[in-house]
């Protein structure tokens, strides 16, 4: 199956500084990439959703200019969080999907999850 | 059961019994996943099924789901302590533009 990847899979930072995340497709062309963020014990939140070479469409209640997201490839999308606080603190999971049918994967629509970034906000 | 906004449920069972967990969902869908979630860990597919289908198996896995009630459940029959683990349901709309994540349960199985 296709595989996702995260880096890095955990991070810790101090309040104030930014970190971004990257997710990547190994083995297809992901023509969308999803951001979601799971808070402990809780379910996951979509935060976000990047077009290759468009800007991202942003959830309700997301901040566009704190979560920054990038997809400037078909293999390779980010995440910044910039000014990071504690309140960010939070498990991150991208997924991907590959719109065109290319590598086989379209049908049902599936997307495919990386294993998650824990980020701890000091 | 999970729904869209609710706190996740909590299950726990004795290792070989069956356990079984609720999802119901809000809106038309095309398909219903499952998916498992070790602690602190990313998410692992088990089963898809479509809007027109009623039931589907998958090794001790069984999943139903009835559209009119909009809802779904997974069975997981003689479970084992390794089933430990978070279950969530999604659902992908008409459109497969929107992919919802009910709250989950967390699966305790007891050895």
């Known amino acids: 199956g296709a595989v996702v990847s995260q880096h890095p899979s955990r991070v810790i930072c101090k309040s104030g500084t930014s970190v971004k995340i990257e997710c990547r497709s190994l083995?297809?062309?992901?023509?969308?990439m999803f951001w979601y963020r799971q808070f402990p014990k809780k379910s996951l939140m979509l935060m976000a959703t990047?077009?290759?070479?468009?800007?991202?469409?942003?959830e309700q209640g997301v901040e566009k200019d704190k979560f920054l997201i990038n997809h400037a490839s078909l293999t390779l999308s980010t995440l910044t969080v910039t000014s990071a606080h504690p309140e960010d603190s939070s498990f991150y999971i991208c997924?991907?999907?590959?719109?065109?049918?290319?590598?086989?994967?379209?049908?049902?629509?599936?997307?495919?999850f990386g294993p998650g970034t824990r980020l701890t906000v000091l | 059961s999970q729904q869209g906004e609710e706190d996740p449920q909590a299950l726990s069972i004795q290792e070989g019994e069956n356990a079984t967990m609720n999802c119901s969902y809000k809106?038309?869908?095309?398909?219903l996943q499952w998916y498992r979630q070790n602690s602190g860990r990313g998410l692992v597919h088990l089963i898809l099924?479509?809007?027109?289908?009623r039931e589907k198996h998958s090794g001790r896995l069984r999943v139903t789901l009835d559209t009119s009630k909009k809802s779904s459940s997974l069975l997981i029959t003689a479970s084992r302590a390794a089933d430990t683990a978070s279950y969530f349901c999604?659902?992908?709309?008409?459109?497969?533009?929107?992919?919802?994540f009910g709250p989950g349960t967390r699966l305790s199985v007891l050895p």
């Open positions: 990047s077009n290759e070479g468009s800007k991202a469409t942003y």
């Open positions: 099924i479509r809007s027109n289908e």
């Open positions: 999604a659902t992908v709309d008409n459109y497969g533009q929107n992919f919802v």
């Open positions: 083995d297809f062309q992901a023509t969308t």
């Open positions: 809106t038309s869908i095309n398909n």
């Open positions: 997924s991907a999907r590959d719109n065109t049918g290319q590598s086989g994967l379209v049908i049902y629509n599936e997307q495919f």
